[in-house]
């Protein structure tokens, strides 16, 4: 069951493309002001990124509120080689989602890195699949997605910035008892807990308010 008062996808101001008016300070408070329960930040993150110590106390810091449970994490690019953009001293102590950011066109080697992300044990979600709207896969390239993320007890995103993963795929994994949970990808204050863009997929999986 989606607790829809648990957002796990939310950046701040440690990348150049957010919203002026998101931060750690104030995300915390207006997740807190909409009875969110669950807030984790998860700032996109490069192998080469020199904030993190600076991210993980800022957000240390800003711990103060009794009913919202804050999660430190990343959002690490899957790279074409199936490995994610991120230092393992990093993935393996915080909460990571990998998220494919680029289009690799040739199924092929989408296929192959999906699969080595999910038998990553430093990766505990799979962020906004699939790759892009025009992208399918067939039942049994789908099944063996399924199965694999069962194996190795990956969380599948509901994303509802981009909408994913098609209604079909989500079919397909609850089949196969996969586990799910919301992530807004706010980018913005306003977006934090806002998953009104995706109440078809929270349907489909079923949640509890
Ligand atoms: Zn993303
Ligand atoms: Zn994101």
């Not at 009875?35 to 904030?51: C, D, I, M, Q, Y």
């Not at 991120?86 to 989408?110: E, Q, R």
């Not at 919301?182 to 997929?201: M, T, Y």
Request: glycine fraction near 4%; hydrophobic fraction near 40%.
């Amino acid at each position: 069951m989606l607790n829809i008062k648990e957002d796990f996808h939310v950046h701040t101001s440690y990348n150049d493309h957010s919203a002026p008016d998101l931060n750690v300070a104030s995300a915390v408070e207006y997740a807190d002001s909409i009875g969110l329960k669950t807030l984790a930040f998860t700032e996109h993150v490069r192998r080469e990124s020199n904030w993190i110590d600076s991210y993980v106390n800022e957000i240390e810091r800003n711990n103060t509120k009794p009913n919202l449970k804050l999660v430190t994490g990343f959002e690490a690019k899957i790279l074409r080689d199936g490995s994610i953009d991120c230092l393992p001293k990093y993935s393996a102590d915080y909460f990571v989602i990998a998220s494919f950011h680029t289009i690799y066109g040739n199924k092929k080697i989408w296929m192959n890195a999906i699969k080595s992300v999910i038998r990553n044990p430093d990766v505990n979600v799979i962020g906004h699949l699939a790759p892009d709207p025009t992208f399918s896969l067939d039942n049994e390239e789908l099944i063996e997605i399924c199965q694999l993320l069962k194996e190795h007890g990956k969380i599948v995103e509901l994303n509802a910035k981009y909408n994913r993963p098609p209604i079909d795929w989500v079919l397909k994994f609850k089949e196969f008892n996969v586990d799910f949970h919301l992530g807004s990808d706010a980018h913005s204050l306003n977006e934090i807990g806002e998953f009104s863009r995706i109440l078809k997929l929270v349907q489909v999986v079923g949640a509890r308010s």
